[in-house]
T-cell receptor, first 117, second 114 residues
Framework: AQKITQTQPGMFVQEKEAVTLDCTYDTSDQSYGLFWYKQPSSGEMIFLIYQGSYDEQNATEGRYSLNFQKARKSANLVISASQLGDSAMYFCAMRENRRAAGNKLTFGGGTRVLVKP | DSGVTQTPKHLITATGQRVTLRCSPRSGDLSVYWYQQSLDQGLQFLIQYYNGEERAKGNILERFSAQQFPDLHSELNLSSLELGDSALYFC?????????????FGPGTRLTVL
C-alpha cells in the first residue's frame, strides 16, 4: 500500500526567505504522480505542483519547485521568497497510475507553515 | 475558484441521522472524487465515480454511499451518523487525459454531528 510521510508538523519561516517541506513516499509502482496542495485557513485545497515519476527534470511553478529524488523516494517542496499569504497547511500526495486504482490521491499528514513578517 | 461547487457549506446534525452532500464538478470533468478530512484520520479518499460509474473505492464505511447522476453531479449519502463522522468532506473533479490528471477540489462541506 502507498504511504506518504511528512515529518514536519509545523514550521516557521521568515518573510522573503525560502522554505523546504519534506515528503517521502513508499510505493512498489514504477509509474506514479506526486502532487503538492495548499490548504489555507479558509479550508479549500489548492493544487500547486506536479511531478511524474518518469520526469527527469524537477518541476517548477513560479515560486514553487519540487526537489525530486526518485532513488530516495522523496519529493520535497521548496517555496522561494515566502510571502505572508503562504501561511497554510501543505499536503503532499501520490497517485498510482494503475487503472484499478482509479485516480485516487493518497495524502500525507501535512505540514503547517507560518510566515513571519 | 476551482469551478467545483459543493452544498451545503456547513451541516450540523444529530447522531443517528442521515445527510446528503452534493457536488457539481467542473464543466467537462467526468470524474468525481470524495475525500474526508478529519483530525484523527487526516485526508482520506472515499470513492471515485467516472461518468456515472464507480471507478475506485477507498476506506468508505458501509453507512456511506455515493452516486453520480447523468448530469455528472454527485451526491454522498451518510447515514446512521456517529460523532466520529464529523469532518470536512471534499469533492474533487478531474479531466482524465489532462496534463497532470490533477484534481480540483471544491470548498468542502463541514459536517458536525452532535
Amino acid at each position: 500500500a502507498q504511504k506518504i510521510t511528512q515529518t514536519q508538523p509545523g514550521m516557521f519561516v521568515q518573510e522573503k526567505e525560502a522554505v523546504t517541506l519534506d515528503c517521502t513516499y513508499d510505493t512498489s509502482d514504477q509509474s506514479y504522480g506526486l502532487f503538492w496542495y495548499k490548504q489555507p485557513s479558509s479550508g479549500e485545497m489548492i493544487f500547486l505542483i506536479y511531478q511524474g515519476s518518469y520526469d527527469e527534470q524537477n518541476a517548477t511553478e513560479g515560486r514553487y519547485s519540487l526537489n525530486f529524488q526518485k532513488a530516495r523516494k522523496s519529493a520535497n517542496l521548496v517555496i522561494s521568497a515566502s510571502q505572508l499569504g503562504d501561511s497554510a497547511m501543505y499536503f503532499c500526495a501520490m497517485r498510482e497510475n494503475r487503472r484499478a486504482a482509479g485516480n485516487k490521491l493518497t495524502f500525507g499528514g501535512g505540514t503547517r507553515v507560518l510566515v513571519k513578517p | 475558484d476551482s469551478g467545483v461547487t459543493q452544498t451545503p457549506k456547513h451541516l450540523i446534525t444529530a447522531t443517528g441521522q442521515r445527510v446528503t452532500l452534493r457536488c457539481s464538478p467542473r464543466s467537462g470533468d467526468l470524474s468525481v472524487y470524495w475525500y474526508q478530512q478529519s483530525l484523527d484520520q487526516g485526508l482520506q479518499f472515499l470513492i471515485q465515480y467516472y461518468n456515472g460509474e464507480e471507478r475506485a473505492k477507498g476506506n468508505i464505511l458501509e453507512r456511506f454511499s455515493a452516486q453520480q447522476f447523468p448530469d455528472l453531479h454527485s451526491e454522498l449519502n451518510l447515514s446512521s451518523l456517529e460523532l466520529g463522522d464529523s469532518a470536512l468532506y471534499f469533492c474533487a473533479s478531474g479531466a482524465e487525459g489532462a496534463p497532470y490528471n490533477e484534481q480540483f477540489f471544491g470548498p468542502g462541506t463541514r459536517l458536525t454531528v452532535l
